[in-house]
C-alpha cells in the first residue's frame, strides 16, 4: 500500500470514529478532515472545495428551500379529521399516517416528511385515544424507507448517481431506485402497522402514571410554604414523591451532604427528575410552585411542547442563554432531555437535537420564538382554514419532479426552476429560508466529497476491494452486492448516511469491476442500506426525534427494527438480484 492509500484509510477511520461519538460538530470534523486530506496530498488544492458546486449539494440545498413551503402547507392536516372519522382500527391508522408519511418521503428529505407528519400523528393520538408510541416510530421508519424510493428521497442516493454517473457517464433516473425502494416501502409499511399495536399494547391514555409511555422531564422548582415536601430528605424523594433529585439549592448555593440528611426546606429549590404527570400533579396541589411569569399575566398563559430539530439554532445551548425565549416572556418550565448527564442547575443544562422543551407563555411569542429557532411544535393544534392557494407549491415542485423524471431537465436544473417560481409567487423568501437550512449537515456533505473521490482516485478502493476478495468471493455478484448491503446497513447506525454513501460507492463500483458486471447493482445496494437504520435512536436524525417525543427506551427500536431490518436485508438482496443483476 502507498502513503496515501494508508493515510486515506486512517482518515477515515478517524472521521467515522468522531461523527459516532458525536462530541464534535460534524461540520467540524468534516471541514477538520477535508483540509487534513489536503495537507496529505490526496489531492490537489483546486479540488479540496469542489464539493461545493457539486450538483448533489446544490440539489440537496434546492430540496431542503422547497420542503420549508411545503411543510408550511400542512397537507396532512385533514389526514387528520378523516382518520377521526373513518374510525379505523389502530393498524389501520398506523398504516394510513405511515402510508402519508413514506410517499412525502419519496419527494423531500427524510426529516421533512417526518415533521410533517409528527404533527398530524400527535393530533391523531390525542383524537383518537390511540398511544403515541404506536405511531411515532412507525413514521420514521416509513419516512426512511420512502426516501430509498426516488433519486431526490435522501442525499445518499443522489451521492450514488454521481458515483455512477462518473462510472458510466450515466447516472440513475428519478425513479429507478423504487424497483427496490417500492416494494421495502409497502412491505415494510404493513409490517410496522402490525407489530407495533402488539409491541406497544399499551390502553387508555398515555399520561397513565406508570405508564412507560409516560415522558421523563427534568425541571427546577420552588418550594413554598406549607408544601408536603418539607422535611422529607433527598433520599426518600423518589419512594414518597415520585422525583429522582438532582440538586438542593438552598440561598442560590448548593446543598452537599448525604441525601438521607439532605432536608427539605421552605424556600429551598429542588432539581429533579420525574415522569411528566407527576411533575404536574405535584404543581398543581402546591407541592412545587410553577415557573413566574412576572410580564403576563398567569391566566393568559399556554403550555407547549417543542422538539429540538436537526437544523434549529438551539443545538448545543444552554437554557440559560435562550434570549429567542426569554425576550419573549417565555419560561422553560421543563426538559426531556436525551443526555442522561445532568450537572449543575436547570439554566446550566445544554440542548441536543432531539430534545423536547415545555415551554410556558403567550401562544402567539411562543409560535414566533419556536420559528424562529427551527423547533417542532408538538401541542395538538386544529388545522388552519383559510390556506387558499396551498396547492400551487404542490403543482409547482410535481412540475420539477415530472421534469426530472422524463429527463427533460437535469434535478439541479429542475428545482433551481422550482425554488425561482416559489420565490416570484412569494412562497418562498430565500434569505430567510437560506438562514433557516440544516447548514452542519450541508457543509459536512460537501466537505466529505473531495474525500469520497480520494477513495477511488488514489486506488484505495481497489486495495479495500482486493482485500475482501481474498476472503469472501465477491467476484459472485451476490456476495458482493450482500457484503456491500451489510457494511452499508452496519455502519448507518454510527454515522449519517450520506457520509456512508461517499464512503462505500467507490468500493461498489470496483466490486462491480471485479466481478465484470454492472455498478448499478452494486451502488443501489449502498443507497438501500444506508437508508436501511432501524436499530438505534442515534442512526437517523428522524429516530432521534422519534425517540424524545414517543419516549421511547433503546430497545424499543431493537423490537421492531430488528425484524425490520433484517427483513429488508433479504428482501433488498432478492430485488436487487431479480431487477439489477
Not at 435562550?322 to 432531555?337: D, K, P, T
Not at 455502519?491 to 454513501?501: C, Q, S
Not at 437517523?540 to 423490537?559: C, E, I, P, Q, W
Request: net charge negative.
Amino acid at each position: 500500500m502507498t502513503f496515501e492509500q494508508v493515510s486515506l484509510l486512517i482518515l477515515l477511520i478517524a472521521m467515522l470514529a468522531l461523527f459516532s461519538l458525536e462530541r464534535f460538530r460534524i461540520e467540524i470534523v468534516a471541514i477538520a478532515g477535508l483540509l487534513a486530506g489536503y495537507a496529505l496530498g490526496l489531492y490537489p488544492a483546486n479540488q479540496v472545495f469542489a464539493g461545493f458546486a457539486s450538483p448533489v449539494v446544490i440539489t440537496v440545498v434546492e430540496i431542503l428551500l422547497v420542503v420549508q413551503v411545503l411543510a408550511r402547507a400542512r397537507i396532512l392536516d385533514r389526514l387528520a379529521g378523516l382518520l377521526g372519522e373513518a374510525r379505523l382500527s389502530n393498524t389501520g391508522v398506523i398504516a394510513a399516517l405511515s402510508s402519508a408519511t413514506g410517499f412525502l418521503s419519496i419527494f423531500m428529505n427524510n426529516i421533512g416528511a417526518f415533521s410533517i407528519g409528527l404533527p398530524v400523528a400527535l393530533r391523531v393520538s390525542a383524537v383518537m385515544k390511540i398511544p403515541k408510541r404506536q405511531l411515532v416510530i412507525p413514521i420514521s421508519f416509513a419516512a426512511l424507507l420512502g426516501g430509498i424510493v426516488s433519486l431526490i428521497g435522501t442525499p445518499a442516493n443522489l451521492l450514488v448517481s454521481d458515483a455512477m454517473a462518473q462510472a458510466t457517464g450515466t447516472g440513475f433516473r428519478l425513479f429507478e431506485f423504487a424497483y427496490v425502494g417500492a416494494p421495502l416501502l409497502i412491505i415494510g409499511i404493513a409490517f410496522v402497522s402490525w407489530r407495533a399495536p402488539r409491541t406497544f399494547a399499551e390502553t387508555g391514555n398515555d399520561a397513565a402514571t406508570p405508564n412507560p409511555a409516560a415522558r421523563r422531564v427534568v425541571s427546577e422548582r420552588h418550594i413554598p410554604d406549607h408544601s408536603p415536601l418539607i422535611g422529607a430528605n433527598l433520599a426518600e424523594m423518589p419512594s414518597r414523591f415520585g422525583l429522582q433529585p438532582h440538586a438542593l439549592i438552598r440561598n442560590n448555593a448548593f446543598v452537599f451532604g448525604a441525601r438521607d440528611k439532605s432536608h427539605v426546606v421552605a424556600g429551598d429549590y429542588l432539581l429533579a427528575e420525574t415522569d411528566d404527570t407527576v411533575l404536574a400533579e405535584l404543581t398543581a396541589s402546591g407541592a412545587l410552585s410553577p415557573a413566574r411569569h412576572p410580564a403576563v399575566p398567569q391566566v393568559e398563559l399556554t403550555s407547549i411542547e417543542a422538539v429540538v430539530m436537526p437544523e434549529s439554532t438551539l443545538v448545543g445551548s444552554r437554557l440559560r442563554s435562550l434570549e429567542v425565549f426569554s425576550s419573549r416572556g417565555i419560561v422553560v418550565a421543563a426538559l426531556s432531555m436525551r443526555s442522561p448527564r445532568i450537572e449543575g442547575r436547570f439554566e446550566d443544562l445544554q440542548l441536543s437535537i432531539g430534545d423536547i422543551l415545555v415551554l410556558e407563555g403567550e401562544h402567539a411569542a411562543i409560535t414566533e420564538a419556536l420559528e424562529e429557532c427551527e423547533c417542532l411544535p408538538l401541542a395538538s393544534q386544529p388545522p388552519s382554514h383559510g390556506s387558499g392557494g396551498a396547492w400551487q407549491p404542490f403543482i409547482i415542485f410535481a412540475c420539477g419532479v415530472a421534469a426530472t423524471a422524463f429527463g427533460l431537465l437535469q434535478p439541479d436544473i429542475a428545482f433551481a426552476a422550482v425554488v425561482s417560481a416559489l420565490a416570484l409567487l412569494n412562497y418562498l423568501n430565500i434569505r430567510q429560508a437560506m438562514a433557516d437550512l440544516n447548514w452542519p449537515i450541508i457543509i459536512m456533505l460537501a466537505a466529505m466529497i473531495p474525500i469520497g473521490s480520494a477513495v477511488a482516485s488514489t486506488g484505495t478502493a481497489e486495495v479495500i476491494a482486493s482485500g475482501l476478495r481474498t476472503v469472501i468471493p465477491i467476484a459472485n455478484p451476490v456476495a458482493g452486492v450482500g457484503l456491500l448491503l451489510f457494511l452499508a446497513m452496519a455502519i448507518t447506525p454510527f454515522v449519517n448516511n450520506a457520509t456512508v454513501a461517499i464512503v462505500l460507492s467507490p468500493i461498489a463500483i470496483e466490486f462491480a469491476s471485479i466481478a465484470h458486471h454492472s455498478p448499478a447493482a452494486y451502488l443501489l445496494a449502498v443507497a438501500a442500506g444506508a437508508s436501511l437504520d432501524f436499530l438505534t435512536p442515534f442512526g437517523h436524525h428522524n429516530n432521534t426525534l422519534a425517540m424524545g417525543v414517543g419516549s421511547y427506551r433503546f430497545r424499543d427500536f431493537l423490537k421492531i427494527g430488528g425484524p425490520l431490518a433484517l427483513g429488508s436485508y433479504f428482501l433488498t438482496l432478492v430485488l436487487v438480484y431479480v431487477f439489477w443483476l
